[in-house]
């Protein structure tokens, strides 16, 4: 119960809706316990004017009198039970909303690290699966547990004071029942874990085929893929009936041991009543009844025995990230203004999953307003100055200075909100591009939305699409094309006007004539911002005010287009082989 207690607070907040959950269940059991006893004195009643002790009258009167308490006792606690669940299994919805919330806002302030060394359908369960899964304790398990404690109080008081030792008989199978179904509820549980499993492994393959569905024809391995499917399926049947074999012994089970407690109610009864140890027939009857509502209740020890200890080791997983503090942390809690001056002073950096030194002593310095261009052949650690610009990983060695103050030192949120990132691989969300571009600022007019579009070049695409700004992207944005899709996300970063705009070989899908087309317009854009443009074209680093060459997360090559060109090495090289590439079309 150690790792439950982290529920406590959500206890506590609801805890006068709890406390009314609790009154209510009990008197709810309260007024279904009053039904064995007016079953027993109706029968009495039928016993005694059998045996001629009452007259027609009296007998006409009292059973009607029973009848009616036993009408109004069963519309008490329907209505009671009723309130039971809305408040109660209410209450648990709320802490599962608020558990929910709780989860997905600490994933939002982890470090991207932490996506990394966990899976995603590992982060997606936890916060929908485990949680379910402690919803059953907040839930179903409390409220049993009140059920089964209120009616057993009640119910021993009634049967004791009735008949003493047919108590005892009538109780001798229940704790049988009640460990019976506690062995079979975690069996039950083993085997569900099992078929969640099987069934998370298909939805995956299926979620892959379904997003790869291009390679896939164009291979022309649908065959293939059918008989993975049918593999993978057929290991879910399987499952599937294993599972639905022992949640088929559960109520055979029920019935069988309900059935072993009626027959010593009535063969132990019988005989006390013969030998006059108990007084009415009716207590019988009563009893019969007692057992009857005793039994779900006591199977229900079992089954919430292992519903807690789910959500025990549920919580546990949900737990463990919750204490997960993030790698980067933000130590200046005032908001920073940014200007923009950048400089990197012989940085290296190794990324930690990987071990991967992906810089080694780098340095460069970027005025505001300046551009500066990073080049490099593939691998060579552009991508990874632009990530060390927005803190996404804190460096190992050296130094980053924004406006002169190392970033550590900065305010995280002032930070990132004063860059404008342009990915390599465009991410577009499913909804409209008009929301897609109103990413980069919330609050921008549609002007201000087509605006940013014609400067990515990219309006005269939108309005040719019959829904214009409104068309809506499919999953990761796959009506677009990939030229298209990246002069979105550049539309989406040059609306927010950032101090810092970064652009992550953002125009590698765009032809040449476009690129420069946006490049002319992002220069008039960025004149009084910081721009670094990383790419492979000597085209798009040609105007810029400064370019550094990166090889193997070196800096080998510094100046700008006019001195190396002049230069012998990787620049002019590219240069040449780019410029003949461009005299051949
Ligand atoms: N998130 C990451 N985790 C671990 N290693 C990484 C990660 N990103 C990049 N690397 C490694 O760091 C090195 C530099 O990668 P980076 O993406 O910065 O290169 P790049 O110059 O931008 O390459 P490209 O031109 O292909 O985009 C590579 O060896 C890469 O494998």
Not at 101 to 106: A, F, K, L, T, V
Not at 169 to 197: D, F, G, M
Not at 414 to 423: A, F, K, T, W
Request: with cysteine; aromatic share 8%; net charge neutral.
């Amino acid at each position: 119960m150690k790792e439950l207690k982290h529920l406590n607070k959500y206890f506590y907040k609801y805890r006068y809706r709890l406390i009314i959950g609790v009154i209510i269940t009990i008197v709810a059991k309260i007024f279904a316990l009053f039904t064995p006893r007016l079953v027993g004195a109706s029968i009495n009643i039928v016993s005694e004017r059998l045996d001629g002790e009452i007259t027609q009258q009296v007998f006409k009167s009292e059973l009607l009198t029973y009848i009616s308490f036993l009408v109004g006792a069963a519309i008490m606690a329907g209505l009671f039970t009723f309130l039971m669940r809305q408040t109660i299994i209410n209450v648990s919805r709320y802490i599962e909303y608020d558990l929910k919330n709780e989860i997905y806002q600490h994933y939002q302030v982890l470090s991207l690290n932490f996506y990394k060394s966990n899976r995603t359908g590992d982060l997606m369960n936890r916060i929908s699966e485990d949680v379910s899964k402690v919803r059953m304790y907040v839930g179903p398990a409390i409220m049993y547990t009140i059920n089964t404690i209120t009616l057993f109080a009640v119910a021993l008081i009634y049967m004791v004071s009735a008949a003493p030792k047919l108590t005892l008989y009538t109780l001798i199978p229940l704790p049988i029942l009640s460990i019976s179904i506690y062995k079979l509820s975690r069996l039950i549980n083993t085997r569900s874990t099992i078929v969640q499993e099987s069934l998370s492994t298909l939805s995956t393959y299926t979620q892959e085929t379904f997003s790869g569905i291009s390679v896939i024809k164009s291979y022309g391995i649908e065959a293939r893929t059918n008989t993975e499917f049918e593999g993978l399926c057929s290991e879910n049947r399987q499952k599937q009936i294993d599972l639905t074999k022992v949640q088929a012994l559960f109520f055979p089970l029920m019935i069988l041991l309900i059935g072993l407690s009626n027959l010593i109610v009535i063969y132990v009864g019988g005989i006390q009543y013969m030998n006059g140890e108990i007084e009415s027939i009716g207590t019988i009857a009563e009893f019969i009844i007692y057992v009857n509502m005793l039994t779900w209740p006591v199977a229900t020890v079992g089954w919430v025995t292992s519903l807690v200890q789910q959500a025990e080791a549920s919580q546990k997983r949900i737990n463990e990230f919750l204490k997960t503090e993030p790698d980067i942390k933000n130590v200046a809690p005032q908001e920073t203004p940014i200007i923009g001056d950048i400089e990197f002073k012989n940085v290296s950096f190794v990324y930690p999953d990987t071990n991967i030194e992906a810089l080694k002593d780098v340095s460069f310095k970027i005025k505001s307003g300046k551009t500066l261009a990073i080049l490099g052949k593939t691998g060579s650690g552009k991508s990874t100055i632009l990530d060390l610009i927005g803190r996404l990983y804190d460096i190992d060695k050296g130094e980053i200075l924004v406006d002169a103050t190392s970033i550590s030192k900065l305010n995280l949120n002032s930070l990132r909100e004063s860059i404008g990132y342009v990915p390599q691989d465009a991410f577009l969300f499913s909804d409209t591009i008009k929301n897609n571009i109103k990413f980069g600022k919330e609050n921008a007019t549609d002007d201000e939305v087509i605006e940013a579009a014609k400067n990515a070049k990219v309006h005269k695409n939108i309005v040719g699409f019959s829904k214009g700004y409104d068309t809506i992207l499919g999953e990761r944005g796959i009506t677009l094309s990939g030229g298209q899709k990246q002069r979105v996300s550049i539309a989406r970063a040059i609306i927010k006007k950032p101090d810092i705009l970064l652009f992550d070989d953002c125009l590698s899908a765009v032809d040449t004539e476009t690129e420069e087309k946006i490049l002319n317009n992002l220069e008039k854009l960025t004149k009084d911002k910081t721009t670094i443009i990383v790419s492979h074209r000597v085209s798009s680093a040609k105007n810029a005010d400064a370019i550094i060459v990166l090889d193997d997360g070196k800096v080998i090559q510094t100046g700008n287009h006019e001195t190396l060109v002049t230069t012998e090495g990787y620049y002019k090289d590219l240069y040449t082989k780019q410029l003949s590439e461009k005299e051949l079309r």
